[in-house]
């Protein structure tokens, strides 16, 4: 029966290439600590056993403080969740709604893990009171815009894969903890981004790949160091794009359609380590570079470039260059790797760090 529910699905187009999060391995790199629950000796120990058997909701396997249910076939958030609980995992289940009450009472939650399910409605209340909840992962799901009141310490939140087109303006107001925000593989168009979207974040990281940009977005905090836009529409990059983003460390803007990168707009991203623009339409190395004292590595592969000069990677000066670049990709474009040469690549570590040739083809 399973097998042919499986196949079903399977033909419906409907299975979405999700990665199932571990929760035990989360738990160790966030080193969640469960130690306050233990507070008195472990001397009963059949109290534990009670523990799992009466108090885990139906459906449920449950250790001290966290619960899965993962993989049931739910279609709504499990009664009777226990208050101490700490990590909940629904992954992969069919639920539909988060109610009002769904999460009643649980304020010790520090993980929620809402994952490949079918969530088109969170109630505005369903996250009240979550102060101690840093993860929330609603990949995967049937989401059309960003719910309310999100829980205030929230470190983490993604939204991968919903039906999100809209952002309104403050919809993370007042998340002044969160580190990372997932949103691609959303149909999010510029337009999409209301003024203020962002407004009152010191994000670290925001993703916004295979969506619907055709520019680079000019509201994001500007503490981002982290930003992956790769897989949109954008035709160019303008100086005023990256005004804002002087922290910016990792860059993605691969796998979109740039022909042009502006004079004087990568001198704006003056700490940048690393650029993704593999896979545009660059006829020529992005003016700037030769500037950036930090920047490690480029992928330019897959490009129109038919021409390299002689600084376009390294400053004229040496000592211009504070970190020498461990990996400059070029393979793929019309330029002739023999008319390329090599003390181009004076400022890299060393030939190695050089890929010019199409030689990784297999
Ligand atoms: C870009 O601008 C800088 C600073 O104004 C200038 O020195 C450099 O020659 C320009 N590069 C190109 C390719 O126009």
Redesign the pocket.
């Given at each position: 029966m399973r097998v042919l529910l499986l196949l079903c699905l399977l033909s419906l187009g409907n299975t979405k290439p999700y990665q199932p999060v571990n929760i035990m391995d989360l738990m160790k790199n966030h080193d969640i600590m469960m130690a306050d629950s233990d507070d008195d000796d472990d001397d009963d120990d059949e109290d534990d056993d009670d523990y799992d058997d009466e108090d885990c909701p139906a459906n449920c396997r449950c250790l001290p403080q966290v619960v899965q249910c993962s993989d049931q076939g739910l279609i709504s958030v499990p009664e009777k969740i226990p208050e101490d609980t700490v990590m909940i995992d629904l992954q992969n289940n069919d639920i539909t709604e988060i109610k009002e009450d769904d999460f009643k009472g649980l304020h010790k939650l520090y993980g929620l893990f809402l994952i490949n399910n079918r969530i088109s409605k969170v109630h505005p209340n369903a996250f009240k009171n979550m102060d101690n909840l840093r993860l929330l992962y609603l990949s995967y799901n049937l989401l059309t815009e960003i719910p309310a009141n999100l829980p205030p310490n929230v470190i983490e939140l993604r939204f991968h894969e919903n039906n999100i087109n809209r952002i309104q303006k403050n919809a993370f107001d007042g998340l002044r903890k969160l580190h990372v925000l997932e949103l691609g593989a959303n149909p999010l168009a510029n337009s999409g981004i209301e003024v203020g979207a962002f407004d009152g974040l010191s994000t670290l990281y925001i993703g916004i790949a295979e969506a619907k940009l055709t520019s680079v977005p000019k509201d994001f905090p500007s503490s981002i160091t982290e930003m992956s836009l790769d897989y949109n529409k954008i035709a160019k990059v303008e100086v005023e794009d990256f005004i804002r983003y002087k922290n910016l460390q990792r860059l993605g803007l691969a796998f979109n359609q740039i022909k042009f990168v502006e004079?004087?707009s990568l001198?704006r991203i003056p700490n940048i380590r690393e650029i993704h623009l593999d896979h545009n339409r660059l006829k020529?190395v992005p003016?700037?570079l030769n500037?950036l004292r930090y920047l490690q590595v480029i992928f330019l592969h897959n490009n129109k470039i038919g021409y390299v000069g002689m600084n376009d990677f390294c400053p004229s000066s040496a000592g211009g260059k504070k970190n020498p670049y461990t990996g400059i990709s070029l393979f793929a474009n019309p330029v002739k790797y023999w008319n390329i040469q090599p003390a181009i690549f004076r400022c890299a570590t060393g030939r190695r760090a050089v890929h010019l040739g199409n030689f990784r083809k297999k």
């Open positions: 004079n004087g001198a020529k003016p700037g500037s």
